[in-house]
Nanobody, 120 residues
Framework: QVQLVESGGGLVQPGGSLRLSCTSS????????LGWYRQAPGKQRELVAD???????NYADSVKGRFNISKDSRKDMVFLQMNSLKPEDTAVYYC??????????????WGQGTQVTVSS
């Protein structure tokens, strides 16, 4: 069973930076997409960024120009570099991996989440 673990969260002042990492317990065969969601209390889950097998990248409009997603395909790791952080970026950040399973089925794996708090 694939297990994902996030790290790198913490408390940072507005305008600061954090780098989140997500590691997989094992190699993910037929990996399709890696990415990051976030969820603040009382708000719906938001897709922050994802990166596909071929390296194509999508960003939420709210983080475009400030965040950068990258991956290490050899190790099935995904990173999120967060710059110019704002208080509204405060949330629990979850990494995920999409796997292409049998019979054209897509499987999604989730990390446990890491807290990011942006405050003076």
């Amino acid at each position: 069973q694939v297990q994902l673990v996030e790290s790198g969260g913490g408390l940072v002042q507005p305008g600061g930076s954090l780098r989140l990492s997500c590691t997989s317990s094992q190699n993910i065969v037929r990996l399709k997409t890696l990415g990051w969601y976030r969820q603040a209390p009382g708000k719906q889950r938001e897709l922050v960024a994802d990166i596909g097998f071929s390296g194509n990248i999508n960003y939420a409009d709210s983080v475009k120009g400030r965040f950068n997603i990258s991956k290490d395909s050899r190790k099935d790791m995904v990173f999120l570099q967060m710059n110019s952080l704002k208080p509204e970026d405060t949330a629990v950040y979850y990494c995920y991996a999409d796997q292409l399973g049998a019979y054209r089925r897509e499987l999604k794996y989730w990390g446990q989440g890491t807290q990011v708090t942006v405050s003076s």
